[in-house]
C-alpha cells in the first residue's frame, strides 16, 4: 500500500497536466455519483409519499384549511440561495437584512430561508455525510486555504445539473418541495391555496422553478418566482408560474450562461414552456442596477455603489418595485 501511495505521489509530480487529469476524472466520477444520494433519499422518503409504507411518516403536503381567510399572513417568501451555500442556515449578512426588510415592508408575508436548495432531504453539508469532513474543512479554512471552498460550489453545481436533468430532475425537484412545504408549515399552518414567491440567486433558480411544479400540484398555490441573476433551464416551473421575474445585474455574466447552455432558453424553441411563458408575458426581465454575480458588489453586497447606495439595497429596491405585492398588502 505504502509503495502505491509513494508511486503515485512520484508521478504526481511529473506535471501539473497529470494533476489536473486526477482532479477531471475525480469530478466525472463525482457527477456520475451525484443522483445516488437523490435516489436514496426518494428509496426511503419517496415511498412514504406515495402511501406503499404501512406506517409513512406525516408529511405536511396538504393545505391547513383551518386558518382563517382573514388572516394577515397569507403569503410566503422562500428563499433559496446560491451554490456557494453550505447549509440552509448560513445566509450571509447581506441576505439577511435583505430579507429582513423585505418582511419589514411586507408585513403579510412570512419568510422561508431555512431551505437548502442542494439537498433533496434538506440536509446540510456538514450533516451526517460520507464526505462532511471535507465539506467542514472547506467552509472553515482560512488564508490561502479559502479557495478549498471550491468544491463546495462544485458538488452543489452537480446538484443544480440534477434539478434541471429530465432523468433525475422530477425525483430531487419533488425532494425541494417537500422540504419547502415543511419548513412553510413550520413558520405557519398553511392555509388554503397560498401565495408563495420563491426568490433565488444563482443555481437556487432552478431548484426554485423546478419545485414550482410540485407546490402547485400539492398546495394549488399562487406562485410567482423572482430570480436575482438566476442561472436556470426553460423548462421547468413556467407551466405553473403566474410570474416569473429575472432582475440581472450588468455586471453580472454568470446569468448569460442558462441562456446559452440550455437550448429549452433559445428563442428558436418556440414551445418551450420558458419561451411560451414568454410570449405570453408571463415572464419579464430587467436589469436591476451595476450588480456583479456576487460579492461584496452582488445582489446582496454591502459596498456603496457610486450613488451612495448598498448593492443590496439597490437590489430591495428593484424588488420592491415589481407588482407582485399589490395583492399583499
Not at 110 to 124: H, K, L, R, T
Request: aromatic share 10%; net charge positive; glycine share 8%.
Amino acid at each position: 500500500m505504502w509503495r502505491l501511495l509513494v508511486k503515485l505521489i512520484f508521478w504526481l509530480r511529473g506535471g501539473s497536466l497529470k494533476l489536473l487529469t486526477i482532479a477531471l476524472l475525480i469530478l466525472l466520477v463525482w457527477g456520475t455519483l451525484s443522483p445516488v444520494g437523490t435516489l436514496i433519499w426518494w428509496a426511503d422518503e419517496g415511498v412514504q409519499l406515495l402511501g406503499l409504507k404501512t406506517n409513512p411518516k406525516v408529511m405536511p403536503i396538504s393545505p391547513n384549511t383551518s386558518i382563517s381567510k382573514s388572516s394577515q399572513l397569507n403569503c410566503y417568501i422562500v428563499f433559496l440561495p446560491g451554490v456557494g451555500d453550505f447549509s440552509a442556515n448560513q445566509l450571509t449578512s447581506g441576505e439577511e437584512l435583505f430579507l429582513d426588510s423585505l418582511i419589514a415592508a411586507h408585513p403579510s408575508c412570512i419568510a422561508v430561508s431555512d431551505v437548502f436548495p442542494y439537498s433533496a432531504a434538506n440536509e446540510s453539508l456538514g450533516g451526517k455525510r460520507v464526505l462532511a469532513p471535507l465539506w467542514n474543512f472547506a467552509d472553515r479554512a482560512q488564508g490561502w486555504l479559502a479557495i478549498s471552498n471550491v468544491v463546495i460550489k462544485i458538488r452543489n453545481l452537480w446538484r443544480f445539473a440534477i434539478s434541471a436533468d429530465p432523468r433525475y430532475g422530477p425525483i430531487y425537484n419533488q425532494g425541494i418541495a417537500t422540504a419547502i412545504i415543511e419548513r412553510m408549515n413550520a413558520q405557519q399552518p398553511i392555509p388554503e391555496k397560498p401565495q408563495i414567491i420563491l426568490l433565488g440567486t444563482s443555481g437556487g433558480v432552478q431548484v426554485a422553478l423546478g419545485a414550482a411544479d410540485y407546490l402547485k400540484r400539492n398546495l394549488e398555490a399562487d406562485i410567482a418566482v423572482v430570480s436575482l441573476g438566476g442561472v436556470f433551464a426553460g423548462t421547468n416551473g413556467f407551466k405553473v408560474s403566474d410570474r416569473v421575474y429575472h432582475l440581472h445585474g450588468e455586471f453580472d455574466w454568470v446569468e448569460n450562461i442558462g441562456a446559452i447552455v440550455f437550448p429549452s432558453r433559445w428563442r428558436w424553441s418556440v414551445a418551450s414552456p420558458f419561451n411560451q411563458a414568454r410570449l405570453q408575458n408571463r415572464y419579464t426581465v430587467a436589469s436591476s442596477g451595476a450588480h456583479a454575480h456576487d460579492g461584496a458588489e452582488g445582489y446582496f453586497g454591502e459596498n456603496l455603489n457610486n450613488k451612495g447606495v448598498t448593492y443590496v439595497d439597490l437590489t430591495l429596491q428593484q424588488v420592491n418595485q415589481l407588482p407582485i405585492w399589490s395583492a399583499k398588502k
